[in-house]
Every structure is written in C-alpha cells, then in structure tokens.
C-alpha cells in the first residue's frame, strides 16, 4: 500500500527549514540544497511544493508573519487600550531567540522586496493590518482615559511600529550588542508618554 503523503504538511516543514536556514545562515545560505537537507529531503523533492527559491523565500516569510499575528492573537485576546498595545509590541520586539531569529528573517525579505511585487505586496498588507490594529488599540485607551497626549491614534501607531522595526534591525545586524534586555523597558516608558 502506498504511503499517503500530508502535501500541505510537507510544505510547512520546507517554510519551516527555509526560516532556520535563513536565522542561521542569512539569505544567501538559504540555497534549495541547504534547506532541503535542513528539512529532511532529496533536494529534487521541493520541486513539486516551491518550483523556485523566490517562491519558497516569499512563503517563509509570510509563514514569519503569519505565526507572529497568531500569537498577537493569543495574547490580546480580551486585553483593549494600553494592555493590549504593551501585549502587541512584545510580541513583535525582539526580547528572545525566537523573535531574534525572525528578525533576522525578515530584514533579508526587506530588500527582497524592493523588487519583488509579491513580496512588497504582502508587506504591505502585513504593515497595514498591524497599523490599524495598534491605532484601534490606542482608540480604545484614548477612550479608556489610559491615553491623555493630543498626538493621534494613528501616529501613536507610527511612533510603535517604527520603534518595533527599528528594534528588529538593531537586534538582527547587532545580536551581541543589541538593546532587548531595555525593550520592554523602553515600550513601557513610550506607553507613560502616552498617559501624560
């Protein structure tokens, strides 16, 4: 009897590799070879799943981006105003390996996407529906009374995401230097800015 392949698993475990080859090795290390030996395959098996490397690159990174917003989920659910702002950022801030390594991920994916529409087009979306979250969130702590500054919800969402990117690049280019052990920290005194 033939031996019933899981497709859509096989191509979560050739992501998966993709994501540890490129935290371990950067981009140019993430060669087809590398990461089907990473996940346990014949190099001509990801043919079938990922005929190009672009598209095995373009779906790791979604799959970055895809896991970062389920466990956002996770932890503001049932949290509104600055809570959830606090929860949201600390998902995305690299204060651990985990979030260090997708860092490292997702700055290659950066430069990627100047020239590649399908990648620029799914940061894009990725960068939207984070900005209107935070900003929904901001809305809510306004309305809470947690959030007293005259700047806008919506640039309360600027100021957030530019400090959480900024974050990801200084702990990607930087690992032994970088200033996570004071992220946290420095979201929460931005968040007592935001009382004042």
Known sequence: MPKIVDHDQRRLELVDATWRIIARLGIEGATMREIAEEAGFANG?????FPT???????????????TN????????GLSGVAALRAFCS?????DEERV??????IPF?????????????????????HATIAGHAAAARA????ATPVGDAAVADHLLNMMLGAQIVAA???????????AGQLDNYLRLLAA
Do not use: C
């Open 110 to 130: 950066w430069q990627k996407a100047l020239n590649d529409p399908d990648m620029a087009a799914l940061h894009s979306r990725s960068m939207r529906l984070w």
């Open 70 to 77: 389920q466990r956002i989920a996770t932890v503001t659910d």
């Open 53 to 67: 490397k672009d598209e095995l690159l373009t779906s790791a990174f979604g799959h970055v981006f895809n896991r």
């Open 173 to 183: 280019l930087s690992p032994d230097e970088h200033f996570s052990r004071d992220l």
């Open 45 to 49: 098996a990801l043919k079938p799943y």
């Open 144 to 147: 809470a009374g947690e959030i």
């Open 91 to 95: 998902e995305v801030l690299p204060l």
């Open 101 to 106: 390594n997708e860092a490292r991920i997702v």
